[in-house]
């Protein structure tokens, strides 16, 4: 399949600062970029739907002006949590496609990042 | 809101055993169907896709899916202590190219 590459693996940050994530493509151009956050033991929720050379689409919920997502390239796409709190501390995971919108394409996602703010 | 649910487990099984999984979702447009697996700690690994009604096959896994009743399963067969994970069910609806996933269930293989 598919490598979608995402680092930081894991990273602890002091509160108020800002961590970004990367997620790259390596193997194929993605055109559409997906970011999630799951906490313990609970599925994984969308945050965002990255668009190469667009804004971002945010799911309800999340702020946009907290999480900044940038997709400069077809090969990456960046998360940077602003001003990070405990709160934030959870698993962030990247998935990267091939096509836009195909039915039958398929969803690779990077090794995630654990992000504990303390 | 699209729905995805699954038994959230954990199921146990004993080694060699057939594992048996399953999912329904609510977007009776839905035309994608996806399982992962994820162990602990880790992000997702794709195990299965299927977009069309019956079964699909690949090596000791098979998926099954019925539009009528909305349903996605998982069958593992001689299932081994490797396969203890969480298996996720993630649908993509109508008109849309985003997964919804289920919140998983948790599969224990006891050896």
């Known amino acids: 399949g598919a490598v979608v590459s995402q680092h930081p693996s894991r990273v602890i940050c002091k509160s108020g600062t800002s961590v970004k994530i990367e997620c790259r493509s390596l193997?194929?151009?993605?055109?559409?970029m997906f970011w999630y956050r799951q906490f313990p033991k609970q599925s994984l929720m969308l945050m965002a739907t990255?668009?190469?050379?667009?804004?971002?689409?945010?799911e309800q919920g999340v702020e946009k002006d907290k999480f900044l997502i940038n997709h400069a390239s077809l090969t990456l796409s960046t998360l940077t949590v602003t001003s990070a709190h405990p709160e934030d501390s959870s698993f962030y995971i990247c998935?990267?496609?091939?096509?836009?919108?195909?039915?039958?394409?398929?969803?690779?996602f990077g090794q995630g990042t654990r992000l504990t703010v303390v | 809101q699209k729905e995805v649910e699954q038994n959230s487990g954990p199921l146990s099984v004993p080694e060699g055993a057939i594992a048996s999984l399953n999912c329904t979702y609510s977007?009776?447009?839905?035309?994608?169907f996806f399982w992962y697996r994820q162990y602990s700690g880790k992000s997702p690994e794709l195990i299965m896709s299927?977009?069309?009604?019956g079964d699909k096959e690949d090596g000791r896994f098979t998926a099954q899916l019925n539009k009528a009743s909305q349903y996605v399963s998982l069958l593992i067969r001689d299932s081994q202590p490797s396969d203890s994970a969480t298996y996720l069910c993630?649908?993509?609806?109508?008109?849309?190219?985003?997964?919804?996933f289920g919140k998983g269930t948790k599969l224990s293989v006891i050896p």
């Open positions: 990255s668009n190469e050379g667009s804004k971002a689409t945010y």
């Open positions: 977007d009776r447009g839905s035309q994608s």
């Open positions: 299927i977009y069309s009604n």
């Open positions: 998935s990267a496609e091939a096509g836009q919108g195909a039915r039958n394409t398929e969803a690779f």
């Open positions: 993630a649908v993509i609806g109508a008109g849309s190219y985003q997964l919804t």
């Open positions: 193997d194929f151009q993605a055109t559409t």
